[in-house]
């Protein structure tokens, strides 16, 4: 494991992460829709984001913020997953 000055991408969050982590547990804990999955498949650690990432990092940072004001997930449609 390499150690860095990373920390957490949530807002206000000073939470020290890996390099090749997005968020730290308790916050990643708090984003668990697509955009998550989205962020894992394009996520390249040390290197410079693709733009996806960055926009799709801006969504979960809005839904983690959603979580921390509500207490619950952002509400969506029912998904089925085979
Ligand atoms: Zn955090």
Redesign the pocket.
Known sequence: MELTDLT?R?VG?R?RILKTEI??A??LAMCQSDVRRVLERKFRPGRKQSHVFDVNLKLAVKEILYYQTEGHHVPRDVEFEF
Do not use: K, L, N
């Open positions: 957490c949530a969050c939470a968020f730290c308790r916050h």
